[in-house]
T-cell receptor, first 113, second 113 residues
Framework: DAGVIQSPRHEVTEMGQEVTLRCKPI?????LFWYRQTMMRGLELLIYFNNNVPIDDSGMPEDRFSAKMPNASFSTLKIQPSEPRDSAVYFC???????????FGNGTRLTVT | GDSVTQMEGPVTLSEEAFLTINCTYTATGYPSLFWYVQYPGEGLQLLLKATKADDKGSNKGFEATYRKETTSFHLEKGSVQVSDSAVYFC????????????FGAGTRLAVHP
């Protein structure tokens, strides 16, 4: 079991650029979550999918943020255009059926200058 | 809505000291409760969980009991080690399904030799 795989681990970009974060969930898991972690706001749930369908995106901060899950083994979180206040660690997590716990990836640390 | 409140950190202890990290929750239904741990540079890992009232979750010497009457899920360990230094998150599962978790703000623990 390779766990949840996120890429890249670190991303440094300039304000205004497009950023794409990637996630491969654990095989067989049918729920996928994107969280953002900052010192000021802690862990915030941005969006989650079930069986590749977005269920709740109310946590997405602005229209600059979008997420897709084209198949059961891949998801992306895109920020366009990026701003310095988007700097944070972004985590992807997946879970199986029933009352199963979330498994987190190691995160992508995004720095927007 | 559902929420989790944790004691503020940092908590600083000497090795072999007793640890308590308080966690209380607000929920409309009967959620499952979790403790996750985050080591530096890593994602969150499940430490223990409890799915119903009076259940005790335990792992690696850590324990927490689901107390419905006090809406609490305090984390305890009888003798901490330097390697326990990390950030600890209390969480509850959203009763709407999909294994969505609502996290507390996290409590940083520092253990000194």
């Amino acid at each position: 079991d390779a766990g949840v795989i996120q890429s890249p681990r670190h991303e440094v970009t300039e304000m205004g650029q497009e950023v794409t974060l990637r996630c491969k969930p654990i095989s067989g898991h049918n729920s996928l979550f994107w969280y953002r972690q900052t010192m000021m706001r802690g862990l915030e749930l941005l969006i989650y999918f079930n069986n590749n369908v977005p269920i709740d995106d109310s946590g997405m901060p602005e229209d600059r943020f979008s997420a897709k899950m084209p198949n059961a083994s891949f998801s992306t979180l895109k920020i366009q255009p990026s701003e310095p206040r988007d700097s944070a660690v972004y985590f992807c997590a997946s879970a199986g059926q029933g009352n199963s716990p979330l498994h987190f990836g190691n995160g992508t640390r995004l720095t927007v200058t | 809505g559902d929420s989790v409140t944790q004691m503020e950190g940092p908590v600083t202890l000497s090795e072999e000291a007793f640890l308590t990290i308080n966690c209380t929750y607000t929920a409309t239904g009967y959620p499952s409760l979790f403790w996750y741990v985050q080591y530096p540079g890593e994602g969150l890992q499940l430490l223990l969980k409890a799915t119903k009232a009076d259940d005790k979750g335990s792992n690696k010497g850590f324990e927490a009991t689901y107390r419905k009457e006090t809406t609490s899920f305090h984390l305890e360990k009888g003798s901490v080690q330097v390697s326990d230094s990390a950030v600890y998150f209390c969480a509850l599962s959203d009763t709407g399904g999909y294994n969505k978790l609502i996290f507390g703000a996290g409590t940083r623990l520092a253990v000194h030799p």
